[in-house]
């Protein structure tokens, strides 16, 4: 009954970062109604890497995540995850199940279903339509669910629907659920937004903990944010990157002032 | 919503439902066989067969409600697949007259009608019940499945998945008014005489129908709450709820939407198969788009995420069909155009959804 | 030939005619051969029918017609007597024209249908002779029709000497068509060349004669000349049948198609502007033909002289009754479900069983009949024997006219200005002071009142009955879906082509697969092009998920 899948994916087919690039972004072109929202973008991210993306309204930025998460066809240009996934041909399940994980701007967990009942459906394992049809939870993952419940300070609410949690108490299930789905690559969009200070320090820490087991890309308004968490920053104008480096160096550079820090 | 409750109150419902249907199963046929006529509490004929196809009604309600309560996809075609079960058995029921029809030929008489000399091709093996009833159920699901795999890949949701299954169920009825697709057209299959060699104009075989009718519709409850129990169950709601973060949890949307569809489809089917022999008739009518949404409200009366919501929805519009058509004909549109009003603008969760959040209200 | 003997006569008799004019002697003669038509048995009168055709005499034409109307009388000599058309007593024929028949016992000549066949083309042979030029076009027709052989030679007389142009080539047809049976195979090649430049596809099946083989396996036509002549006008005839039946089929289609529009432009207003679903949408068309009949009835009632114009009139009533009824719903019920397309849905469908059992319970359940007006009946005839209806080429100018209605509206007015502006983006405009709930309601109404527009259209094309509009809410949303929601351009392009499509399906798949063909066909194109058609790319696309 399922629907036939992209034949080049298996169990086994791992992402395959021997190269120590988890992801490549080639000449990425994306119009819509002949507005380029994208146009021929190259980003390469190193495995292990926390990357922020900058850059005013309209460059590019949920585009990009767009694309890399299966959402958007791109008109041209290719997207690589690892050397082997052509992330151009797979759908968004696909992608999710080869490990990228995506958090939305807007907080997106099920309203309906219990904090606890949001983690057990994002927890890693089979997603096989029998499977999920006579799966019983394990001891191993109900122990990962109470973990995931604990790290992101939800383990009061389990039993609630997630509908009824705060603004930033859905923020933190929605990055549960990503973790505990278990990634390679994190795409994380503007993940304190609308947060108080002592959450967005929070997640700031969460998030500077993910890096190096997992490959996290940061797309964020809130510069402070950017500052506390950046190693490395991409400054997206125009669907193209104008400029990339350290913060340091993107604060200093003239072409990033003028089209963005400078307004 | 539900969910929480749901699944707490679960083994209750269980036998809640178990109980009901016991009392079902015993008291009609002693009321209506084990009293004499003139008895006060003998129970009409007229009310076992109303009983019976409320019972269809009922499975329909369910179907229609695992797709749409749980799954968030409102089908306004699913007269197709309960008139596709119930030609299926027509067509068995056609069969076994044999020669006693009006022109005494091997044929169903509508096709001696129509001078053809020979049985279609899809209509052989229909002489054997059990390969009707397997038709009964596969062809729905099959038709289910085919429209569902194309539809779903494509992403087509909401409303306009809700237009284009009545583009179908249209399609379906005119394409069954024609004489020449094979199946009686305007007037459909009528005229049956005997199922399994029983008579179907005897009362006993009227309770039968009665008690396979609502065995079937508890066997699909319970089918039905284990499914919505499930791991699969979560998921479709979570399909309901925010289907782009399923997607992107690395659930294949489709597949689960697919299932879902495929087997409200043969639940339905199946209904149409009990229905048939209880009425005497299946015609191109019952495609009819007004069929299909009328569906759909028992279901909204009834309450969407549940399983009993449909149930109770479907016997009550239906009881209150039967009981205005006879005393007040003329204002049963009235009231049910002003119940699909109603309900969407006051009832929003149906009668059950209204129970259960004054339930839970009080418990916290 | 078996007329020569006639011919001599009428010519001997002719000569007479001049030599002595009003001689009793001629007179007698021709009174003598016109008696021939008082004798009793039928297979002898059909002889003197045939026999008065070959003499081609136009004087004769009275008795026919009074034979063919059953107005003859014989007396026991023989003499011919007419009741006049009128009624009346029987007047003599012959001699001493118009004196009545006094005493005399008057027999009924007895008729049969191969008296009446053969009556037929002897009288339209006689009318040739007639000093009205509509009379004898008319009566070319008719002999064209089944023409005779035997009539060769009167036929090419009356060709020689006819001076009207259409009747002359009419005739010249005629007898092409009988000179096919010539010995003379250069006479049959002419014949052949002349019907293939006629044009006329009729004649199709008198040249696949000439190119068919018979049962020994020889053609029909000894002449290879006049076999390639024919194959050659059947090649031309092929096209001009292939051309005639295209433009028959465009033409159906564009009107189909118009009535599509006039239901579905209003849909795509409420539905593609709005985001509702309107199920009522069908009972506003259905609101629109009855206020069409309301007027008609006021109309005959009041105003019996100026029937003809009740249209004018039920055109504005149409969309102000229409376009109240839609104000007072969005006020009332789909205010409050805005958001809620699925909930909309079912409450419209709600209010459209409402509709229709008020319409049944004031109107009564059976059709009414809405009649054309006199300047909307008949037809034009385009092309030979393709006559299309004045009523649908009207409507298609009626939907023309309605989307140019449209088109000002939504891009010449405030209300339109402020509709586009709702649409695009709602908190911003409100927050420039556009009142969105009254533009909401003024689009609604809008929408409305152009489906009541469509109704007058539909009350002239066939039946009025309360359930007229649920016949058209699943093709409505089919051209509005395919369209591409939100596009009135798209509206257009898709009703017309489902039109043109519907029609140009038909005679290949006949009309009941081929309308399962068209929503077939949709359902796969929606599947093929969900982008295009649903979700606009982009972020927009967001909002279709959430329903």
């Known amino acids: 009954m399922t629907v036939p899948q992209n034949p080049s994916l298996d169990a086994s087919d791992e992402v395959d970062t021997r190269q120590g690039m988890i992801l490549y972004l080639e000449d990425l072109t994306v119009s819509f109604d002949g507005f380029k929202a994208l146009d021929e973008l190259c980003l390469y991210l190193r495995e292990g890497e926390l990357r922020c993306i900058i850059g005013p309204n309209g460059a590019g930025k949920t585009t990009m995540m767009d694309v890399i998460s299966g959402k958007t066809r791109p008109d041209s240009g290719s997207a690589f995850f690892g050397i082997r996934h052509d992330l151009t041909q797979m759908s968004e399940h696909e992608i999710a199940r080869v490990g990228i994980?995506?958090?939305?701007?807007?907080?997106?967990?099920?309203?309906?279903?219990?904090?606890?009942?949001?983690?057990?459906?994002?927890?890693?394992?089979?997603?096989?339509?029998?499977?999920?049809?006579?799966?019983?939870?394990?001891?191993?993952?109900?122990?990962?669910?109470?973990?995931?419940?604990?790290?992101?300070?939800?383990?009061?609410?389990?039993?609630?629907?997630?509908?009824?949690?705060?603004?930033?108490?859905?923020?933190?299930?929605?990055?549960?659920?990503?973790?505990?789905?278990?990634?390679?690559?994190?795409?994380?969009?503007?993940?304190?937004?609308g947060l108080s200070l002592s959450e967005t320090e929070r997640t700031a820490e969460l998030l500077s903990s993910l890096a190096g087991t997992h490959t996290v890309v940061v797309v964020e308004h809130d510069m402070e944010f950017v500052r506390q968490i950046a190693r490395t920053v991409t400054v997206l104008h125009e669907g193209r990157v104008l400029a990339e480096g350290p913060m340091e160096k993107i604060q200093a550079d003239a072409k990033v002032i003028s089209v963005y820090l400078g307004s | 919503m539900t969910t929480g409750s749901a699944a707490q109150s679960g083994s209750r419902s269980w036998l809640l439902a178990v109980g009901l249907f016991a009392i079902a199963a015993i008291a009609v046929p002693l009321l209506n066989l084990g009293l004499a006529e003139d008895s006060p509490l003998h129970l009409p004929d007229y009310l076992v067969l109303l009983l019976g196809k409320f019972a269809c009604y009922a499975i329909v309600a369910l179907a229609v409600g695992l797709i749409w309560g749980y799954a968030g996809v409102l089908s306004l075609g699913h007269g197709v697949f309960f008139a596709l079960g119930g030609y299926a058995i027509g067509m068995y029921l056609m069969r076994s007259i044999g020669t006693e029809?009006?022109?005494?030929?091997?044929?169903?008489?509508?096709?001696?009608?129509?001078?053809?000399?020979?049985?279609?091709?899809?209509?052989?093996?229909?002489?054997?019940?059990?390969?009707?009833l397997f038709m009964a159920l596969a062809v729905p699901g099959l038709v289910a499945f085919v429209f569902g795999f194309l539809a779903f890949r494509s992403r087509i949701r909401g409303v306009y998945f809700a237009i284009i299954t009545q583009a179908m169920t249209y399609a379906a009825m005119l394409m069954f008014f024609r004489n020449n697709t094979g199946f009686g057209g305007n007037n459909g299959l009528t005229d049956f005489k005997r199922l399994l060699g029983f008579t179907l104009r005897d009362p006993e075989t009227r309770i039968g129908l009665y008690l396979a009718s609502v065995t079937a519709l508890l066997g699909c409850f319970l089918l039905c709450r284990y499914v919505v129990g499930s791991r699969l169950g979560r998921v479709l709601r979570a399909v309901r709820d925010a289907e782009s973060r399923v997607m992107f949890s690395g659930y294949d949307v489709r597949s689960y939407k697919l299932f879902a569809w495929t087997l409200s489809a043969v639940l339905c089917g199946l209904a149409g198969a009990l229905y048939v022999p209880q009425v005497g008739i299946i015609?191109?009518?019952?495609?009819?788009?007004?069929?299909?949404?009328?569906?759909?409200?028992?279901?909204?009366?009834?309450?969407?995420?549940?399983?009993?919501?449909?149930?109770?929805?479907?016997?009550?519009?239906?009881?209150?069909?039967?009981?205005?058509t006879v005393a007040l004909p003329d204002a049963w549109l009235y009231v049910l155009g002003l119940l699909f009003i109603g309900v969407t603008l006051f009832l929003p969760r149906g009668i059950m959804g209204s129970l259960l959040s004054k339930h839970e209200g009080t418990r916290t | 030939m078996k007329g020569a003997g006639g011919v001599s006569r009428w010519v001997f008799s002719a000569c007479m005619a001049v030599l002595v004019c009003g001689a009793a002697a001629a007179v007698r003669g021709a009174d003598a051969e016109l008696e021939t038509l008082g004798v009793k048995s039928r297979k002898q009168l059909i002889r003197a029918v045939v026999a008065a055709?070959?003499?081609?005499?136009?004087?004769?034409?009275?008795?026919?017609?009074?034979?063919?109307?059953?107005?003859?009388?014989?007396?026991?000599?023989?003499?011919?007597?007419?009741?006049?058309?009128?009624?009346?007593?029987?007047?003599?024929?012959?001699?001493?024209?118009?004196?009545?028949?006094?005493?005399?016992?008057?027999?009924?000549?007895?008729?049969?249908?191969?008296?009446?066949?053969?009556?037929?083309?002897?009288?339209?042979?006689?009318?040739?002779?007639?000093?009205?030029?509509?009379?004898?076009?008319?009566?070319?027709?008719?002999?064209?029709?089944?023409?005779?052989?035997?009539?060769?030679?009167?036929?090419?007389?009356?060709?020689?000497?006819?001076?009207?142009?259409?009747?002359?080539?009419?005739?010249?047809?005629?007898?092409?068509?009988?000179?096919?049976?010539?010995?003379d195979a250069s006479v049959r090649l002419a014949a052949v060349e002349r019907i293939a430049d006629s044009g006329d596809l009729s004649l199709q099946p008198l040249l696949e004669e000439l190119v068919a083989l018979g049962d020994d396996g020889s053609f029909a036509e000894?002449?290879?000349?006049?076999?390639?002549?024919?194959?050659?006008?059947?090649?031309?005839?092929?096209?001009?049948?292939?051309?005639?039946?295209?433009?028959?089929?465009?033409?159906?289609?564009?009107?189909?198609?118009?009535?599509?529009?006039?239901?579905?432009?209003?849909?795509?207003?409420?539905?593609?502007?709005?985001?509702?679903?309107?199920?009522?949408?069908?009972?506003?068309?259905?609101?629109?033909?009855?206020?069409?009949?309301?007027?008609?009835?006021?109309?005959?009632?009041?105003?019996?002289?100026?029937?003809?114009?009740?249209?004018?009139?039920?055109?504005?009533?149409?969309?102000?009754?229409?376009?109240?009824?839609?104000?007072?719903?969005?006020?009332?019920?789909?205010?409050?479900?805005?958001?809620?397309?699925?909930?909309?849905?079912?409450?419209?469908?709600?209010?459209?069983?409402?509709?229709?059992?008020?319409?049944?319970?004031?109107?009564?359940?059976?059709?009414?009949?809405?009649?054309?007006?006199?300047?909307?009946?008949?037809?034009?005839?385009?092309?030979?024997?393709?006559?299309?209806?004045?009523?649908?080429?009207?409507?298609?100018?009626?939907?023309?006219?309605?989307?140019?209605?449209?088109?000002?509206?939504?891009?010449?007015?405030?209300?339109?200005?402020?509709?586009?502006?709702?649409?695009?983006?709602?908190?911003?405009?409100?927050?420039?002071?556009?009142?969105?709930?009254?533009?909401?309601?003024?689009?609604?109404?809008?929408?409305?009142?152009?489906?009541?527009?469509?109704?007058?259209?539909?009350?002239?094309?066939?039946?009025?009955?309360?359930?007229?509009?649920?016949?058209?809410?699943?093709?409505?949303?089919?051209?509005?879906?395919?369209?591409?929601?939100?596009?009135?351009?798209?509206?257009?392009?898709?009703?017309?082509?489902?039109?043109?499509?519907?029609?140009?399906?038909?005679?290949?798949?006949?009309?009941?697969?081929?309308?399962?063909?068209?929503?077939?066909?949709?359902?796969?194109?929606?599947?093929?092009?969900?982008?295009?058609?649903?979700?606009?790319?982009?972020?927009?696309?967001?909002?279709?998920?959430?329903?």
Not at chain 2, 289 to 296: C, G, Q, R, T, V
Not at chain 3, 405 to 421: N, S
């Open chain 1, 101 to 193: 994980g995506r958090k939305f701007q807007k907080p997106t967990v099920f309203p309906g279903h219990t904090v606890f009942e949001n983690l057990e459906l994002a927890l890693r394992g089979s997603r096989s339509l029998w499977h999920t049809l006579f799966a019983k939870l394990s001891g191993e993952q109900q122990d990962r669910i109470a973990l995931g419940l604990d790290t992101v300070g939800l383990s009061d609410e389990a039993h609630l629907p997630a509908g009824q949690l705060s603004h930033g108490q859905k923020q933190w299930l929605e990055i549960g659920m990503l973790l505990a789905q278990d990634p390679k690559l994190l795409l994380v969009d503007e993940p304190v937004a």
């Open chain 2, 101 to 132: 029809g009006v022109y005494k030929s091997e044929l169903p008489d509508f096709m001696v009608f129509l001078d053809w000399k020979e049985l279609p091709w899809y209509w052989y093996g229909f002489q054997h019940f059990g390969f009707a």
């Open chain 2, 283 to 324: 015609n191109p009518s019952e495609m009819q788009p007004a069929n299909s949404i009328e569906m759909a409200i028992w279901v909204a009366v009834g309450g969407r995420g549940t399983l009993a919501g449909p149930i109770v929805g479907a016997l009550i519009v239906n009881g209150a069909k039967s009981w205005f």
């Open chain 3, 53 to 183: 055709g070959h003499r081609d005499d136009p004087a004769a034409l009275p008795v026919l017609e009074a034979l063919r109307e059953r107005r003859l009388r014989v007396d026991e000599t023989g003499r011919l007597y007419a009741i006049p058309p009128e009624g009346g007593a029987a007047l003599s024929l012959t001699r001493g024209a118009g004196e009545p028949a006094g005493e005399r016992s008057l027999r009924k000549p007895r008729l049969n249908n191969l008296v009446r066949r053969s009556l037929q083309p002897v009288i339209a042979l006689l009318e040739l002779h007639s000093d009205d030029r509509e009379v004898r076009y008319a009566a070319a027709q008719q002999l064209g029709k089944y023409p005779r052989e035997d009539l060769l030679e009167p036929i090419g007389r009356a060709q020689q000497r006819e001076t009207d142009p259409a009747t002359r080539e009419a005739l010249d047809l005629i007898l092409a068509q009988l000179q096919l049976k010539s010995d």
């Open chain 3, 222 to 547: 000894p002449d290879a000349r006049v076999r390639s002549a024919a194959k050659a006008a059947l090649g031309s005839f092929a096209l001009e049948q292939w051309l005639v039946d295209a433009a028959k089929h465009l033409f159906y289609g564009l009107s189909l198609g118009s009535v599509l529009l006039l239901a579905a432009l209003g849909l795509a207003i409420t539905f593609g502007l709005m985001g509702v679903i309107n199920m009522a949408h069908g009972e506003m068309l259905m609101l629109g033909a009855y206020a069409t009949y309301s007027v008609q009835l006021l109309f005959q009632s009041y105003a019996p002289e100026s029937l003809d114009y009740y249209l004018v009139a039920a055109v504005p009533l149409a969309f102000g009754v229409t376009a109240l009824v839609g104000m007072l719903l969005e006020r009332s019920v789909i205010r409050f479900l805005y958001g809620r397309p699925l909930e909309t849905l079912l409450a419209t469908w709600g209010i459209s069983l409402i509709l229709i059992q008020t319409v049944r319970l004031s109107f009564g359940a059976q059709n009414v009949t809405v009649a054309n007006p006199t300047w909307l009946s008949g037809g034009f005839e385009i092309l030979d024997g393709v006559v299309f209806p004045t009523s649908r080429i009207v409507i298609i100018f009626f939907a023309a006219a309605v989307v140019a209605f449209v088109w000002l509206i939504i891009q010449r007015t405030r209300l339109g200005l402020e509709v586009r502006a709702v649409t695009q983006n709602r908190s911003m405009a409100a927050s420039l002071g556009i009142s969105t709930d009254r533009v909401d309601t003024l689009t609604f109404g809008l929408g409305s009142g152009i489906a009541g527009l469509g109704g007058v259209a539909l009350s002239q094309l066939g039946n009025v009955g309360p359930e007229l509009g649920q016949a058209y809410i699943v093709d409505s949303f089919m051209v509005v879906v395919l369209g591409g929601v939100g596009k009135l351009a798209g509206t257009i392009v898709g009703a017309l082509g489902l039109g043109v499509v519907n029609k140009f399906l038909e005679p290949v798949s006949g009309a009941v697969l081929g309308k399962i063909g068209v929503l077939v066909f949709l359902i796969l194109f929606i599947q093929r092009r969900p982008e295009g058609i649903f979700a606009q790319r982009g972020r927009a696309a967001e909002q279709n998920g959430q329903s």
